[in-house]
């Protein structure tokens, strides 16, 4: 069973910077392929950035070159560094882990972007 905490959330003006993490525990870290997920209000989940085990990336069209995901497995944990963060980026934020068929949610970590 895999346990992870994202914290990092806040309320920013447009243009702002922030950076979320994620800490895992109870599981093989460096094996899992990790990601964030964003819901805002009345919409559905997505997927926002993705890390393979060997460190390959994908972003949503929407943050790229705008946002940079990391992880760090000797810390177990993964990061977003989230610049020249717009309205629209506001949404729960939420840290996702996956191996094979087994997937693990954190709780969530709120993001508001508002001037």
């Known amino acids: 069973q895999v346990h992870l905490v994202e914290s990092g959330g806040d309320s920013v003006q447009p243009g702002g910077s922030l950076r979320l993490s994620c800490r895992a525990s109870g599981g093989i870290f460096e094996i899992y392929t990790m990601a964030w997920y964003r819901q805002a209000p009345g919409k559905q989940r997505e997927m926002v950035a993705i890390i393979t085990p060997d460190g390959g990336t994908n972003y949503a069209e929407s943050v790229k070159g705008r946002f940079t995901i990391s992880r760090d497995n000797a810390k177990t944990t993964m990061s977003l560094q989230m610049d020249s963060l717009k309205p629209e980026d506001t949404a729960m934020y939420y840290c996702?882990?996956?191996?094979?068929?087994?997937?693990?949610w954190g709780q969530g970590t709120q993001v508001i972007v508002s001037s």
């Open positions: 996702y882990s996956q191996r094979g068929t087994r997937t693990y």
